[in-house]
DNA sequence: TCCTTACTGCGTATCTAATACGCTAAATAG
DNA sequence: CTATTTAGCGTATTAGATACGCAGTAAGGA
């Protein structure tokens, strides 16, 4: 039960600190901080979060907030870990490729409430209650495919990685297209400006097929995308356990 | 040959400013600025960039800088593409599977060499030279797949997205152990503290296992784990490849 | 009951960084 | 030779993180 052993984030996470017995009541909570700095970045923005915003959000003082986190590091972790909410859990005796693409689904409608998310650092492996709820459900979903345990691990965190950074990459895409949407609607013509043929013939290839002629609605280009993807590693995953399940009867 | 249609970062990107006349001789050129910054970067971290050491690097005022670049998002987004030097071309008459496996392997070692990179906003598609040469670099190893040249596009942007999300992960995690070695080591021991088995039966049976137990080398490990994930995505694409070809012969 | 003490909120001050603005001087076009 | 551009830069403004220490509060012990 000793705490002190536990890092300093993760014990924050879990809410485990020993409340202190004396002194003032606290009048603010570590759980109003992280909402209203939730809040805040739902509401304007990552670079908006500033630990004077939140604290004017809070009715507080700038410092006051110090006396619960140790920087403003501390706060975007519990940030990332608070802006996930607890999953759906899976359905029972759905097999693990539905369940992935449930779990994948899931994981991206939740970012979506919170877009900022994506362009988090990450500080570490899973340790908050949520993001392990998450790795939980999708090692769950992997129960009956005989993987050992380790390859189970490694293809979620692929899995993490993969759909991550898609999120990642069709959000950053969509703030670069609210901020100066002439730029996307130019990029065939803008490459095919620069681009030589004979330095990029691959390149030139696919601006002769007109593949970036016209950039469909976002929304819907990077939900296709991610499922597209998805679904390559998926098959990807389902041939691996194919070839772990023929070692495993020889 | 109106650059003025162009957008700023890419005309800036290819080096299409046309070269005002009258005036003093520049003392810096864009290369330099560039060329200090990734420097800068390369030796103490993506926050040791700032305006200020950046110039003082060059022996310049700070704002002198600001007649080369916008702002310092623009300068970002040149790094980004300057610090990626040109791919090797692909062997001839490779195919596509190999291709993409030493694609990816110069992806990640161009990126080792600049650590920072990972870390960097997506800004747009790729339209800096370098980064369309990678870009061309991948697209013409799926050039005798047959696949529709949308698709290969599509493959290709997967590819890349898994590739730097893996990478981003890596260094992330590696910045984490260099911090804190110590958190890294405990990490299976924390968890085990932390995770109640009724909640998280999955983290649990992991846990059980011993997986998290003894954190190998992280360099090696990561490697690892890149290739294991990169495979299992080339899987997919080859299971992709096969569909198109089957529909393609009905 | 009163004192000790841990703990809270917060005012102040410092440091770092980005960048707007306008001046001065250098080239070159005409 | 003068008007026009443009480079470098000094100054000042704004924003943000956070160190430090004071003052008041409430629980535990005497």
């Given amino acids: 039960m000793e705490n002190s052993e536990l890092p300093a984030e993760v014990a924050l996470m879990w809410r485990l600190r020993d409340t202190g017995r004396r002194g003032p009541k606290p009048s603010l909570t570590l759980d109003d901080i992280v909402r209203a700095a939730i809040e805040l970045a739902d509401a304007e923005g990552l670079a908006a979060v500033s630990m004077a915003r939140v604290a004017e959000r809070l009715g507080n003082s700038t410092m006051a907030l110090y006396r619960h986190v140790k920087s403003k590091d501390e706060l975007l972790v519990l940030m990332s870990d608070a802006a996930l909410e607890r999953p759906e859990p899976l359905p029972d005796g759905i097999d693990w490729r539905t369940g992935l693409t449930f779990w ?147």
Wanted: one cysteine or more.
């Fill in 104 to 250: 994948a689904d899931g994981v991206l409608t939740a970012i979506r409430r919170h877009r900022w998310y994506a362009k988090l650092p990450i500080s570490g492996p899973p340790a908050g209650p949520n993001n392990l709820a998450w790795f939980d459900c999708a090692l769950g979903a992997l129960k009956d495919t005989g993987l050992p345990e380790e390859a189970k691990v490694g293809v979620v965190m692929g899995l993490i990685t993969y759909v991550q950074g898609q999120i990642r990459v069709a959000f950053d895409l969509a703030a670069g297209y609210d901020e100066n949407p002439a730029a996307f609607s130019q990029y065939g013509a803008t490459l095919a400006r620069v681009v030589d043929p004979r330095q990029l013939p691959a390149v030139a290839r696919v601006l002769e097929a007109g593949v970036f002629d016209e950039v469909g609605s976002f929304e819907e280009d990077s939900e296709q995308d991610f499922h597209f993807g998805l679904q390559l590693y998926l098959d990807g995953i389902a041939a691996f356990i194919e070839r772990v399940g023929q070692d495993r009867a020889r």
